[in-house]
C-alpha cells in the first residue's frame, strides 16, 4: 500500500511552461476586450452628455420661438436670435454658441405651410409655419448627434382657408 501512494506522488505534475505562458495570453486577449469596452462606454458617454446638452439648447431656443406672438407685425420680420421674427428663412441659418464649454451649431428653419388665399384681405401672408431648430455637437462624427426639434404655428386669422 504504501507502494501505490509513492507511485501517485510521482506521477503528479504540474503545469508546463508553455501551458503558462498560453494561459497569460489567453488572459491578455480578454483584458484587452475589456479594455476596449471601457474605452467604447467612455466615449459613448461623452456623446451623450453632448446629446443631453444640445436637447437642452434645442428646447431653449424653440421655447423661445413659441414665446414670439405669431402677429402681422411678427410674421415677416427676419428671424434673428434673440430679436428677430417669424419670417421663412430662405435657407437654413446656422449659429455656433457654447454651452457648458462645449461648441454647437444651432440650425433653424422657418417654412410658411399655408398662406391666406388671393381674394382675401391679407392675401399671400402666411397662416402656418413650420419651425425646426436641429443642434448638432461641433465637430459630430455621426448624425446620430443631431437632436431636431419641430413645431408648428398658426396664426388667429379669421376665415375659412
Known sequence: MHRQSAHRKNG??????LEAAIALVVLMVIGLG????????IQANGRADDRELAMAIAQKRMEWLRTIPFTTQT????YAFPNGGLAETSVPVNETITNAGRPYVVTTIITDLSVVPAGNPDEGAPTLKRIQVSVTPL???TAFETV???TQRSSQVTGIY
Not at 503528479?12 to 511552461?17: A, I, P, V
Not at 475589456?34 to 462606454?41: E, P
Not at 410674421?75 to 427676419?78: A, D, G, Q
Open 12 to 17: 503528479q505534475r504540474g503545469f508546463t511552461l
Open 34 to 41: 475589456i479594455a476596449s469596452l471601457f474605452t467604447y462606454a
Open 75 to 78: 410674421r415677416t420680420v427676419p
Open 139 to 141: 465637430g459630430a462624427a
Open 148 to 150: 431636431t426639434i419641430t
